[in-house]
Structure formats: structure tokens, C-alpha cells
């Protein structure tokens, strides 16, 4: 190993000479392999050394403060690399929401365009005259009579269907007629059946009739109405303290087969009613004995409670 460098303490002149020296000797230790770092040091002790400058105290001193400066400043540009990666994050992050905002921009431009659409359709309605809207009204009133007649002219329900057959064949043995009118259905009773000539009393053959009649409207839930209808002819003046006219008689007869009605347990009060129309309804002319007596009446309608 060669002898370590000593200093060449001669006049400044010849100091020169020997640092050039120093720094050839340190040049080839760093083509040698050694690291910049140390070749760096060992320059700064040669030339410390050329110079007398105690063993190179201040070049060293100054490396090692250049050293820590550098490592600061890559520690600073590290930082700074980092801070620039998050920044383009955050731009690509804005650069989406920017996007996401053009997008809902054009569905907030769609949805307007189509609101005022919207308004104007609804402007043109306002203007329709006062002549117009009357012919739309007619229209729709004659549209709604249509559907009622349509409803009217229906094929029963299944329902109603049974409750005629349940009444053909509970009164099939008595005098009556069942007929069907619309959703009406219409059992006809001569009032001979039901009570005596004149009067309002309710005969034995009439209360079987009425019996029957209350086990088939059990089997429904149809309105119960019954009708009293009489002739022309005025009451004889033995039975006016009772019924002065046939206003009284017809409506007694009525009220009296509502009773009986009621009284069975099949049908409850809230599904009868009593009507009395006396000779203003007939069917039959009053000019014949065969047409007055098909005038004296008990008709017992079935109509389906209307639908709240």
C-alpha cells in the first residue's frame, strides 16, 4: 500500500504543483470504483492538505452539509412527485364529475323541452271555445245513456238467474207470472190470491205465496218492492170508512204483504219497500170484467241494490 500523502508545507508557489498532484491521485481512486461520494471526500482532504488546511476539517464539514442539503432536496422533489400524482388524480376525478354534470345537463334540457311541450298542449285545451265544450259535454252525456241502456239490456248474472228458476219453482203450482224487464225481476200476483175482494187481510193461499216468495229473496240480495195496483172502480161505500179510495187500498195491501215478508226472517226490513198506485197503472182495459180483474195486482219486484 503506498504511503499516505504528507503535506508540502514550501512557499505557496510550489503548493501548486503538489494539489495538482493530489487531485490526479484521487481521480484514478474514483475510475477505480470507488464512490463519487468518497472520491469526492478524499479530493477535499488532499486539497485541505495541499493547502494546510489542518487536515481537511472545512472540506469536510462542507461535504457533509452539501450531502444532507441534497438528500433535502430529493426528500423535497419526492414530496413534490407525489403531490403532482394526487393532483392528476384529482383532475381525472373533476374531469368525470365534469362529464357526469354535461350528461345530466342534457337530460335536465330534454325534460324542460318536453315540459313546455306539455304547457302548450295544455294552453290549447284552455282555448277550446265555450261552443266546443258544450259539444264534448252532449257527447259524453250521450255516451253515458248508451252504457246505461247497454247495461239494461245485459244477459242477467248468474245470480239473478238463479233467483228466477228458484221462484218458477217454488210458485210453480200457484196462478202467478214471472216476468224479466231489464235488470228487473217481476213476480205478478192476482189479488185474489192474496186477499178477499175489498179488503186488505191476508188469506191463508196468499200467505203460502209470500212464503215461498221470502225463501227465494233469501237466496238473493236484490232490493224488495212491493207494489199494490187495483181497478177503476170505487170503493163500495161499506169498506170508504176504511180505504176511501184506492189510493188506501192499494198501498194497505202492499204494506200488509211487506209485513208478512218480514215476519218469515228472510228478508230484512232494509231490503223492502211498499207502494200503493191504486187504479193509475193498469195493464188491462177497465171496460171488461176479464180486464179489471188482471188490473187488481200484487206485483213483487227484485231490483239489485245500486252500488255505492
Known amino acids: 500500500m503506498a504511503d499516505p500523502v504528507k503535506p508540502d508545507l514550501s512557499p505557496i508557489a510550489g503548493g501548486s504543483t503538489a494539489g495538482k498532484a493530489v487531485a490526479t491521485g484521487a481521480a484514478k481512486a474514483a475510475a477505480g470504483g470507488v464512490a463519487k461520494v468518497a472520491a469526492w471526500h478524499t479530493i477535499s482532504l488532499a486539497t485541505a492538505a495541499a493547502l494546510g488546511l489542518g487536515g481537511g476539517g472545512y472540506y469536510l464539514h462542507r461535504d457533509t452539509k452539501a450531502r ?5 432536496m430529493e426528500q423535497q422533489a419526492g414530496a413534490l412527485e407525489d403531490r403532482a400524482k394526487k393532483a392528476d388524480l384529482a383532475k381525472e376525478a373533476l374531469q368525470a364529475q365534469l362529464e357526469q354534470s354535461k350528461e345530466e345537463m342534457k337530460k335536465l334540457s330534454v325534460s324542460s323541452l318536453e315540459l313546455e311541450q306539455a304547457k302548450s298542449e295544455l294552453a290549447k285545451w284552455k ?9 264534448l259535454e252532449k257527447k259524453l252525456a250521450d255516451q253515458q245513456l248508451a252504457l246505461e241502456k247497454l247495461k239494461a239490456t245485459t244477459v242477467p248474472t248468474d245470480q239473478e238467474q238463479k233467483l228466477e228458476e228458484e221462484l218458477k219453482k217454488k210458485l210453480a203450482d200457484q196462478d202467478v207470472v214471472i216476468s224479466r224487464l231489464k235488470d228487473q225481476l217481476k213476480v205478478t200476483v192476482a189479488s185474489e190470491i192474496l186477499f178477499p175482494s175489498g179488503s186488505a187481510e191476508l ?18 240480495q236484490d232490493e224488495v218492492r212491493v207494489e199494490g195496483h187495483t181497478d177503476s172502480d170505487p170503493i163500495a161505500p161499506v169498506l170508504a170508512q176504511y180505504y176511501p179510495s184506492n189510493w188506501e187500498l192499494s198501498t194497505a195491501r202492499a204494506a200488509v204483504a211487506v209485513r208478512t215478508l218480514q215476519a218469515t226472517g228472510m228478508v230484512p226490513a232494509d231490503r223492502l219497500a211498499a207502494v200503493g198506485y191504486g187504479d193509475s197503472h193498469p195493464v188491462a182495459t177497465n171496460d171488461t170484467p176479464e180486464g179489471r180483474a188482471k188490473n187488481r195486482r200484487v206485483e213483487i219486484v227484485f231490483k239489485p241494490i245500486p252500488k255505492p
Not at 127 to 135: G, L, M, N, Q, T
Not at 203 to 220: M, T
Open 68 to 72: 444532507s442539503q441534497l438528500t433535502e
Open 203 to 220: 188469506a191463508p193461499a196468499g200467505a203460502d205465496v209470500l212464503r215461498k216468495v221470502a225463501a227465494a229473496a233469501n237466496q238473493s
Open 127 to 135: 282555448d277550446i271555445s265555450a261552443s266546443e265544450r258544450k259539444v
